[in-house]
């Protein structure tokens, strides 16, 4: 049967890594295709503890989506509220069953009801939308080197260069105190395409690049065309010498296949 949308998901290894410490999960829910859930999570903490930490975040909140009734998730403010009270509950008991500072996770996810859609982010995976060929990152990141851009001291895509830029400041199951997520509400009226995306991708992919594969490619291979850029394409990125004469600091190349890069994507037709 053909439907009015596309949602997909994707994730990849990466060419140096055994396993892989993303998890992913869109659905529709049970009751009503119209309710839709999309989410990420970027599992950390080394050896497969990330990826326990995510995949315990994932399967925690698909089991809370498909057994909350599509009238409650209308109700975006208070879903919004629930959120936020199961992120802090999520995040004790991975603390409670693995302790502080052994594993910890991101998440970036999209509830899609019939009229908004709720955003929740902690961490530094990004929500994107696109509309009228426009691409807009509506997520911050929660890392060390946000705070440069966001105060205009560097440029948003010379970010991927600092040797810090992998130090976030907000993840869930580390720390009761690092456990912070921000929620935001964007009309559905607001976005043709919905993108969310590991910084496996981010750190090799710029706006502009995300922008032009998918502007270039057909909706259905939107997600195939992002993860063979950021995995398996040199993207031929340099340390701008600005940053040099700027920053006492080590800077470095991202390098491809390096990360498992993972995505989810709804696309209106």
Known sequence: MKTDYIMQKKTNKGLKRD???DSVIIMNHPNHDGIKLLAIADGMGGRKDGEIASKYIVDSLCEWFVHTEVELLNQTEQISKTLSEL???WNAELIQMYGENRLGTTLTMALVNFTKTII???GDSRCYVYKDKNLIQVTEDDSEVWMYYKYGKVDKEDLRYFSTSNIINACIGLSYELC????LVQDNEDYDLLLLVTDGIT???TDEKIKFLIHNNRKEQILDALIQEAIYVDQELFVPSKLKDQYFERFFVPEHGKDDATAAIFIKN
């Open 87 to 89: 992120i802090s509950k």
């Open 120 to 122: 929740l982010n902690i």
């Open 180 to 183: 912070l997520p921000t929620i």
């Open 203 to 205: 750190d090799l992919l």
């Open 19 to 21: 396993h892989n410490e």
